[in-house]
């Protein structure tokens, strides 16, 4: 662990907090929206990472179901950077870790996002709360896989509980796929603070929640994974 490495950490330690409770005091998507992308930038300047989002003429004004890979910790910061332009808003599905969590926790809730406790036995909850947010003009932000893809393929297995997310909701599935190892390029700026990077996010073509096919096969297909 480098000198530079435990100073970011606090840095970001403060920063998220700090917006955690900018996020408390406020209540309309636009607002949230503005204050989730001045988070992201600011962390992602001060590790010196850029964005390129590829086919950002996708991003066609609506609600979407948003699937997104997912290898490291600032991913969800990613997707909304790309997102800056459009007028998509969502609320992102949260593990019951990241509500606990000393260094994410204030602002995971205060952010627009969902709880999934998958320990419990019932999840009527959970898809009352997911209807409710679209009821509001919220989009859903998901990662299919469940879990930070720390293995060498590219994709863990799908979870299905999305499908049932957009047929519930009548929500199109909006691809993206985060094209750089998001978990490596952190660790390059945590342990060189004059590397700088650009990660790259592309976005898909809108799937129908109707869609009989393999959603996974076709995000592969999509994206040449």
């Known amino acids: 662990m480098t000198l530079h490495s435990i100073k970011m950490g606090i840095y970001s330690l403060l920063l998220t907090n700090y917006y955690g409770l900018k996020l408390k005091k ?17 962390l992602l300047k001060k590790l010196k990472i850029a964005v390129e989002v590829k086919n950002q003429e996708r991003l066609i004004d609506g609600q979407y ?9 600032i991913d969800p910061l990613i997707l909304e950077i790309a997102l800056e332009k459009s007028n998509i808003y969502g609320v992102w599905v949260s593990k019951k870790e990241l509500y606990n969590s000393p260094f994410f926790g204030i602002f995971v809730r205060n952010a627009g996002s969902i709880l999934l406790d998958r320990e419990k036995s019932q999840m009527s909850g959970f898809f009352a709360d997911v209807k409710k947010a679209v009821k509001e003009g919220a989009s859903v932000f998901i990662f299919p896989e469940g879990t930070r893809n720390k293995t060498k393929e ?26 750089t190892q998001t978990h490596e390029a952190l660790g390059s700026a945590l342990a060189d603070k004059k590397l700088e990077q650009t990660i790259t996010i592309e976005i898909g073509e809108p799937i129908d929640y109707k869609e009989r096919g393999n959603i996974q096969e076709i995000y592969e297909g999509m994206f040449g994974i």
């Open 26 to 42: 406020v209540t309309t998507q636009e607002e949230k929206k503005r204050l989730r992308f001045d988070y992201s930038e600011t």
């Open 154 to 179: 590219k994709l863990l297995e799908f979870k299905e509980g999305f499908r049932i997310i957009a047929l519930k909701n009548r929500l199109p599935i909006l691809p993206v796929y985060i094209r």
């Open 65 to 73: 179901l948003i699937l997104s890979n997912h290898r490291g910790i």
